[in-house]
């Protein structure tokens, strides 16, 4: 019988080889979660620190993306949120996975949560998938190939006064408050100057809409590599900048950045520089 999760992770009918597994691993692990979704009566959870959960669904999501990659790719290194990291053996070759990004949001019931799939050579993105199931979104891109939507090339937004901007970023709790302050301040400084600020729960899909031009810029610090790697190519493949908020720390180490349409970008950096000095 057909995977009817398969049908809904839509690729550029040109998608190369790597692309189209990488969507395969995708639709495997959004049928374990759908379903997972659907009865969590019983579905073990822990947390890893304060507030910061995984769920068996997570862990076998994961496993599923892990096993389809490594069948056609044996070889390729491995950092996945819930297994750690295996070392490449294929130049330098790596992928990068969330198997669940936005949890809690998947814990609770609300729809909003993604697989995010990326393979890297050394520090640099070669190919993404960012798969929302529930939603039947599945955005992709490949290195100088642009960024797709089900298919359809899309770009960020035009660029826009600060005072239209509509942005998205991300608010510690729980365990993860290294840098609360940071955060405050952020707030304060960009709240009065934009149109709106957005606090979805899944950075994967913040980096995807940012993509999609639904966002204009998303900023955020202390993040996982494994929720920025996929879509920090998907928004420079649809003509967006993403940049550190720190200049002497790498986004993937930091996990701080800022990205969005490249004007911009510069704009909430300079008033983020502000409320710093």
Request: net charge negative.
């Amino acid at each position: 019988m057909a995977d009817p999760a398969a049908d809904d992770v839509r690729l550029p009918p040109n998608a190369p080889e790597t692309l189209r597994i990488m969507g395969e691993a995708a639709a495997l692990a959004a049928t374990g979660l759908l379903d997972a979704s659907q009865n969590q009566a019983g579905l073990r959870i822990t947390e890893k620190t304060a507030g910061d959960f995984v769920s068996e669904a997570d862990h076998d999501a994961e496993r599923v993306i892990a096993n389809r990659l490594d069948r056609a790719f044996p070889g390729y290194g491995w950092l996945g949120e819930e297994s750690g990291a295996r070392q490449s053996k294929v130049d330098g070759l790596r992928w990068i996975v969330d198997p669940l990004d936005g949890t809690t949001n998947f814990l609770k019931g609300l729809p909003h949560w993604a697989i995010s799939i990326a393979l890297y050579q050394g520090d640099t993105p070669l190919a993404a998938i960012i798969h929302d199931p529930v939603k039947r979104e599945t955005f992709s891109a490949e290195r100088g190939q642009g960024t797709f939507l089900n298919g359809t090339l899309i770009r960020v937004s035009e660029e826009t006064a600060m005072t239209s901007a509509l942005l998205a970023t991300g608010v510690p709790s729980g365990g993860r408050v290294t840098h609360l302050p940071h955060c405050l301040r952020d707030l304060a400084a960009l709240m009065p100057e934009t149109a709106g600020i957005r606090r979805w729960g899944a950075a994967a899909l913040d980096l995807a809409y940012v993509a999609a031009g639904r966002l204009d810029a998303y900023w955020e610090r202390n993040l996982g590599p494994w929720d920025i790697a996929a879509g920090r190519l998907i928004v420079e493949e649809a003509g967006g900048q993403v940049l550190p908020l720190w200049p002497d720390q790498e986004i993937l180490s930091s996990g701080s950045f800022v990205a969005g349409h490249p004007g911009v970008v510069q704009s909430v950096i300079q008033s983020l520089d502000r409320a710093a000095s």
